[in-house]
């Protein structure tokens, strides 16, 4: 099982050396230089963290939101407040010698633009999530000495959420809810969501919650683009507003599809050209692509009708949705991190008739009970 985490500034320990997290302290020249060096650590942190690197999946998130007045939204309807955006790097795509310092720009730009949910490390093999199948106590094991060791490792008293992959079928999901639920009950982290789950099993794990008075899930980690909608408009809103789970949303741009890129075939400097990344080529290449790519063009007619780039209007489209806490936003360049951020502009340009306009081009829309858009 593989299980990701993410904090607040509130969980961080007492400040070394004097230095202070007060608010005048906050305001200071020296927030930014802070924040380089803070998360130039978490990215050696994520790159050295040996044998559970493939597997787990750490994340950081700084509260700024009353220093910038971005737009923030709750995870699910708990309590946890999320900035619209959150960064995942494509480390695979960062050249080795560079890492470092690309790293420290992209975090630098997103905790400077009012982000505070961080992926920092890379944990697609080959573009393919992997996942940790062990017996009860062994989870419990790993993921203890995990969450211990990162959370020493990055001065934190805790994590705000702690994410769990989709559960093997041999893993009663008992096991998985009582293990989440110590690790809250223990004070190690706030929340617990899931990660690639299905509704069935998400409303299975609440169900077991319920009958067992364990902690429930609270959000959702869900792929979601133009060509991804049916799990997130179709069947999460029911258990968003049954139960309370969020979506934090990823792949936008559906693993660089909708940037544009491919519109006459495969670059050789693009993430599909990789060996490791033959199943992307391929669908890129296939029939179907080929079809979405005619879509893209007229996609593109409205982002220019708007004022935007096309990757901006994926992004934020994948915001209109009530139901969506944050995006995940890949990116492995300053300049691309940058653009994906002026998606929140973007926001209220979407108003009825251009996300109707979209619809007709997309012909995919989901069959709902409602139209589950963000006012």
């Known amino acids: 099982m593989q299980v990701s985490f993410a904090c607040t500034d509130h969980g961080l320990k007492a400040p070394r050396n004097g230095e202070s997290h007060n608010k005048q302290n906050a305001t200071s020249p020296n927030t930014a ?11 050696l942190i994520a790159r050295s963290l040996g044998s559970f690197t493939h597997r787990h999946h750490i994340s950081l998130k700084e509260s700024t939101g009353k220093l910038t007045g971005m737009k923030y939204r709750n995870l699910g309807k708990s309590g946890l407040r999320l900035h619209v955006h959150a960064l995942i790097t494509h480390w695979c795509s960062i050249p080795a010698v560079l890492f470092i310092q690309v790293a420290e720009q992209l975090m630098t730009i997103a905790y400077e633009n009012g982000v505070n949910l961080f992926d920092t490390a890379e944990v697609y093999s080959g ?90 899930p609270v959000c959702e980690q869900a792929e979601y683009h133009f060509f991804q909608r049916d799990k997130v408009e179709a069947q999460l809103p029911e258990l968003y507003h049954k139960i309370g789970v969020g979506v934090v949303s990823w792949s936008p741009l559906a693993c660089g599809i909708i940037t544009g890129k491919y519109e006459n075939g495969v670059p050789e400097s693009s993430r599909a050209s990789m060996k490791s990344y033959q199943w992307l080529k391929d669908k890129i290449v296939s029939e179907d692509g080929r079809k979405q790519q005619a879509k893209l063009k007229e996609l593109r007619h409205i982002a220019e009708k708007l004022s935007c780039t096309l990757p901006q209007l994926a992004v934020a489209w994948c915001l209109r949705n009530e139901g969506v806490s944050s995006v995940l936003l890949g990116s492995s360049s300053p300049s691309q991190l940058t653009e994906n951020l002026g998606a929140i502009q973007v926001l209220p340009k979407i108003t009825p008739s251009i996300a109707s306009e979209m619809d007709h081009v997309l012909g995919n829309r989901p069959h709902s009970k409602k139209d589950y858009h963000h006012s």
């Open 33 to 43: 230089s802070a924040a380089r060096a803070r998360f130039r650590t978490v990215a």
């Open 127 to 216: 573009g393919k999530r992997s996942s940790l199948v062990v017996n009860y106590l062994l989870f419990f094991k790993i993921l203890y000495l995990c969450l211990k060791g990162s959370l020493q490792r990055l001065q934190l008293d805790y994590v705000d959420v702690v994410f769990a992959n989709r559960p093997d079928s041999n893993t009663p999901m008992e096991e998985i809810v009582r293990a989440m639920t110590h690790v809250i009950n223990q004070g190690m982290s706030m929340y617990w969501g899931t990660s690639r789950w299905t509704a069935m099993e998400i409303m299975e794990a609440y169900s077991v919650a319920r009958q067992f008075n364990l902690i429930p």
